[in-house]
């Protein structure tokens, strides 16, 4: 928790007090300490790399976040709970018009839009 709180922003500082970490963890009689170390150093870029800040935009304001991969598993999350639950669509625009409908706040019925149009094309173009 305090490594946390210490070092949210500053990966530098991070990379430094995680090296600093494994050397102290290494160095100890336990066996599960030693293991912990080596877990650290097998996912130390990872760790590092979670704390860059960025801006994020939400509730209308612009704020600081650190990374993170949440919102695009969530997204994934979504996907394969509807194919679950849509019990294998045979059409892949009903899919995903059902998608869109599902995940937006104020869902274009039909899933086109000026914005997103859908293109058709002859068998013979591919």
Same mark, same amino acid.
């Given at each position: 928790?305090? @490594?946390? =709180?210490r070092n949210g922003g500053n990966p530098i500082a991070a990379r430094t007090e995680i090296d600093e970490l494994i050397d102290i #963890?290494?160095? =100890?009689s336990y066996e599960m300490f030693r293991d912990f170390a080596s877990l650290l150093e097998k996912y130390k870029d990872p760790i590092i790399n979670s @704390?860059?800040?960025?801006e994020k935009i939400g509730n209308g304001k612009i #704020?600081? =976040?650190r990374l993170s991969n949440g919102p695009i598993e969530s997204i994934n999350r979504k996907v394969k709970d509807l194919?679950?639950?849509g019990r294998g669509f045979r059409n892949f625009e009903h899919f995903r018009n059902r998608f869109l409908y599902a995940t937006r706040s104020a869902p274009v019925l039909n899933g086109v839009s000026d914005y997103n149009?859908? =293109?058709y094309f002859e068998e013979d173009e591919f």
């Open positions: 928790m305090l @490594f946390n =709180s #963890y290494k160095k =100890s @704390f860059i800040m960025v #704020y600081d =976040s194919k679950r639950l149009p859908v =293109s």
